[in-house]
């Protein structure tokens, strides 16, 4: 009985359960009147009360580690709960957006459909003709700039040779 009691002495300190009588009783499969009248028995269960009891610094490390882990459990909790929030706001808008597409697909005449299409085609094909336009029209204008400033350029040079002709008398016949 006393190698049953040990063994159970040693799961318990394994696995850091609290020693008590019944728990050992139990575990050991012994009565607990044995556990109490045994003297060997009592020793071995004194002997493991003794070194189980945790020490003050260890304690106090493992709370701090056990309320670092509820706090991180109640922030997964909030977070939990709001991605949850988010995500039927997001259902309920997808919901909404849905039944106005429906609406408006449900409002429309038979063949305003293909016309839109046809429309909006049309209008794509427009717009890229201006485009077009609008980019030769720029070209255009650049070389009309450039142009321009050649004509000034030879304008100033032309002027500057006519210039001593302008500022002197014409000779004495």
Do not use: C
């Not at 429906?102 to 063949?111: A, C, F, N, Q």
């Amino acid at each position: 009985m006393l190698e049953r009691l040990q063994t159970a002495l040693a799961a318990a300190a394994r696995d850091h359960t609290p020693v008590t009588v019944a728990a050992l009783a139990r575990t050991a499969r012994v009565s607990r009147t044995f556990l109490y009248q045994n003297q060997q028995a009592r020793a071995l269960i004194e002997q493991a009360t003794r070194t189980s009891r945790p020490h003050p610094g260890v304690s106090s490390s493992a709370s701090r580690a056990q309320s670092a882990w509820k706090e991180r459990a109640l922030n997964a909790e909030d977070a939990l709960t709001q991605a949850q929030r988010e995500i039927r706001t997001q259902r309920t808008r997808i919901a909404e957006l849905l039944g106005k597409i429906r609406d408006l697909e449900h409002d429309l005449p038979e063949g305003a459909l293909q016309r839109i299409v046809t429309e909006n085609t049309t209008l794509k094909q427009h717009v890229r003709q201006l485009t077009q336009d609008n980019q030769q029209i720029q070209e255009r204008l650049t070389s009309a700039r450039q142009n321009n400033r050649f004509m000034d350029k030879r304008i100033a040079d032309l002027e500057a040779q006519l210039a001593p002709y302008l500022t002197t008398p014409p000779p004495r016949p």
